[in-house]
């Protein structure tokens, strides 16, 4: 951890454990993925200490102030200490997991696979879709 110099974006992104591979936090940023103060950065955009980030990843959206830089990735604990989430980030991201797991509460697999019979009725049933 170094205040002093600037950090590439993706390669702070990496470091803070965000994305797996620096490839990757590089395509977020430029997808758009990434916004700094609202803005869209180059993955080379120079990261300093007190910049506000929105990140998207998958269905997660973390808004995040930079507290610290790191140009190599470390452990999950240091990566913590390297950004602070807003309150209201934590609270919509805890929201919406609730609600996933809510709508995924209703399925419930097949105890087994289908046995022949029901292959068949299976087989039938596609039958009528396609006619």
Partial sequence: MNEQIPVRIDAWL?????FKTRALAKQA??????????????????LHVGDRLRVV?????????????????GSAALAQTLYRESETSIKARETAREQRRAERAGYQPPPKRPDKRARRLIRALGDIDAG
């Fill in 29 to 46: 940023v430029e997808r758009g993925r990434v916004t700094l103060a609202g803005a869209v950065p180059k993955p080379s955009h120079a």
């Fill in 14 to 18: 990496w470091a803070a454990r965000f």
């Fill in 57 to 73: 990843r998958g269905e997660e959206i973390f808004e995040i102030e930079v507290i610290a830089l790191a140009h190599k990735r």
